[in-house]
């Protein structure tokens, strides 16, 4: 199994550019989501979806669209890119979080994006 | 999520055990307590989880207190590839979903 992939590892826009970062997970996962990294920080939410055709905003959702069209892909799309969304992406999927059973969520390595 | 505080950083000797506490006085009862750590800004990576009882596996162990406002991660041999972020995480099935809401973490150094 290759886990979570995300693809590309590196990025450079310029500002006011669009784009797709991609997210794979083959492990039959239901829930799926985005979060981006800025530097000395944790992890911040960004959309999440608990399963194909469902999405939902996490804590900083605005400048991001998300789809879910099938299990197995999340990609994230940039409409319009500025400079504060320079960050680190990850993706992640688990089964869906609940109350009753351990839902490990697993990583992939991370989109490194730089908007000029 | 139940609101969890850490230490920003820890410093502990290699081979030594690392003890890494982690306060979350407001958890509510379904409220799992997952630790999660990241190493170098590489994808963060699932340790251990528990709801109540103590908890061990081969990465390492989680002692809860039996009124469940704070816990405590034991890595019991720390290497120096334990040097990592290490987040201590309470997600709440209600409002969030579920999802995992990440704090600024602890910063273990393991030093030679």
């Known amino acids: 199994n290759a886990g979570v992939t995300q693809t590309p590892k590196f990025q450079v826009l310029k500002t006011g550019q669009s784009m797709t970062l991609q997210c794979a997970q083959d492990?039959?996962?239901?829930?799926m989501s985005w979060y981006r990294q800025d530097p000395g920080m944790g992890l911040r939410l960004i959309h999440y979806?608990?399963?194909?055709?469902?999405?939902d905003q996490g804590e900083v959702p605005n400048g991001y669209n998300v789809s879910r069209s099938t299990t197995e892909d999340f990609p994230l799309r940039l409409l319009s890119a500025a400079p504060s969304q320079t960050s680190v992406y990850f993706c992640?999927?688990?089964?869906?979080?609940?109350?009753?059973?351990?839902?490990?969520?697993?990583f992939g390595q991370g989109t490194r994006l730089t908007v000029v | 999520d139940a609101k969890t505080t850490q230490p920003p950083s820890m410093d502990c000797a290699e081979g030594r055990a690392a003890n890494l506490p982690c306060n979350h006085s407001?958890?509510?009862?379904?409220?799992?307590v997952y630790w999660y750590r990241q190493i170098h800004s590489q994808g963060p990576q699932y340790i251990i989880h528990?709801?109540?009882n103590n908890e061990t596996n081969e990465m390492a162990s989680l002692i809860i207190t039996e009124d469940r406002k704070s816990s405590t991660l034991i890595l019991p041999h720390a290497t120096l590839r334990d040097t990592a972020v290490y987040y201590c995480?309470?997600?709440?099935?209600?409002?969030?979903?579920?999802?995992?809401?990440f704090g600024k973490g602890t910063k273990l150094s393991v030093k030679p």
């Open positions: 992640a999927s688990s089964t869906r979080p609940n109350s009753i059973k351990n839902t490990e969520a697993f």
């Open positions: 492990m039959n996962h239901e829930y």
């Open positions: 979806s608990v399963g194909a055709g469902i999405t």
């Open positions: 407001t958890i509510s009862g379904n409220e799992y």
């Open positions: 528990g709801l109540k």
């Open positions: 995480i309470a997600p709440n099935y209600g409002g969030s979903q579920g999802n995992l809401i």
